[in-house]
């Protein structure tokens, strides 16, 4: 176990924080029992010393690891001459910021926020607001997550998030994810949108079928519909290429984003055509920290980051490293059902659960996550090196090797 003497000694260690956390933190997060002090790169440290390495930093938001320098004097820098000012005021950094964005997508306006949920709410007000009254319908797609707001809860179109919070909004049809002909049964004259994750990350990280996303365009096309790509896990060269929609090689008409959009700052965005961000006028929508100084100066030295180190390349490395190393532990282990690895968006589905992976993992000072019950995800950063990589490979190998030998891992 690798250990480090350079955490601050007035840091209280990890169990005198569970207890204050169990005191005084409303405990809607399931937690583990580690206090985590510092970051570096793929690297994290907890209160006693000890190095983790972590294949799913920030919850996808650390797209560039932990406190990427760029990042830090960019934020260090702003935040001696100006945090915050209202959006009633002009401010270049914000400008700069959607100037990129549009340069790197499909041109267009930004409206700026402070997370996913935040511009998947002004996505669906726009879609509302560019259309008559009449038409008010969006259709999402089952296994898809778009936020925990009300609006985007009911935009998610999983029952788990639903319970014990009815009555939803209104206005959300669901489909199967891949499935055109179901589309267009739920489509009628009342639809003014469709949402979608061109590729689900909560939802297990699953890969649409050859064909879906370019129907579904053809679809908004012949009915006058706005297509929403949600690309808040998928944004930003989480994928290889600077957005998802262009992997693709399908444009939408929205696109949503947060998470690692500033680095690890919090910050979302909201971007749509020069003809459609009228319709988002005056007065209807608002986020008072949105685009706020530090947001975009950390949005600016990420963007900046990826393109000068060319890390768009690099995660096309780390996808082919990943595609080898998982396709040869799906060929050994009986556990492993299917690898999806979509840049870095990596996918593993178990046959069994796998939340005692991740236990077993965390043992090994592995991080990695868990989603849908048996889907084993990881969200590296785009700058892991190669020998992480090979490393935290290492480690989840093991881990799923021996768990066919041990009973209460392969316990479903």
């Not at 489509?187 to 050859?210: F, R, W």
């Not at 129907?215 to 297509?227: F, I, K, P």
Request: hydrophobic share 40%; aromatic share 6%; proline share 5%.
């Amino acid at each position: 176990m690798s250990t480090t003497n350079s955490v601050d000694s007035s840091t209280l260690d990890s169990a005198r924080t569970v207890e204050l956390f169990r005191q005084v933190v409303i405990p809607n997060y399931g937690r583990y029992p580690i206090n985590l002090v510092r970051g570096e790169g793929s690297d994290v440290w907890d209160a006693e010393g000890n190095r983790y390495l972590d294949l799913f930093p920030g919850w996808g938001c650390n797209l560039l690891g932990h406190c990427p320098p760029a990042v830090v004097q960019a934020v260090q820098d702003q935040a001696a001459a100006l945090m915050h000012v209202p959006n009633t005021w002009h401010m270049d950094s914000q400008g700069r910021w959607a100037e990129l964005l549009s340069k790197h997508s499909f041109g267009g306006q930004a409206f700026f926020c402070n997370s996913g949920t935040e511009a998947n709410e002004a996505a669906i007000k726009l879609a509302r607001l560019h259309t008559s009254p009449e038409r008010y319908k969006i259709i999402t797609f089952e296994g898809g997550f778009h936020g925990r707001t009300l609006g985007s809860t009911a935009a998610t179109a999983q029952p788990k998030y639903h319970e014990g919070l009815g009555p939803l909004m209104a206005g959300f049809s669901y489909a199967p994810f891949g499935d055109l002909n179901a589309v267009e049964e739920v489509l009628d004259e009342e639809t003014c949108a469709i949402m979608v994750e061109p590729i689900q990350g909560e939802g297990g990280v699953q890969i649409p079928p050859p064909g879906f996303l370019e129907g579904l365009r053809t679809l908004a096309n012949d009915h006058d519909l706005l297509l929403i790509f949600d690309e808040v896990q998928t944004g930003c060269g989480r994928t290889g290429d600077w957005f998802a929609y262009q992997r693709f090689n399908v444009e939408p008409d929205v696109m949503t984003l947060a998470k690692a959009i500033c680095g690890g700052i919090a910050g979302g965005a909201m971007l749509t055509t020069a003809d459609i961000a009228p319709s988002l006028r005056p007065g209807m929508h608002a986020a008072t920290f949105g685009g706020n100084p530090i947001a975009a100066r950390a949005g600016i030295a990420t963007l900046e980051t990826i393109e000068q180190e060319n890390l768009l390349d690099n995660v096309t490395t780390l996808e082919n490293l990943f595609k080898k190393r998982l396709g040869a532990l799906q060929e050994e282990s009986e556990l492993v059902e299917d690898v999806r690895v979509v840049g870095m968006m990596i996918g593993i589905q178990l046959s069994v659960e796998g939340g005692p992976i991740v236990e077993k993992c965390l043992e090994q000072n592995l991080l990695i996550n868990c989603t849908q019950g048996t889907v084993i995800r990881l969200l590296p950063a785009m700058n892991l090196s190669t020998a992480q990589a090979e490393e935290g490979c290492d480690i989840l190998s093991e881990v799923i090797r021996n768990a066919v030998n041990q009973p209460e891992l392969r316990e479903a």
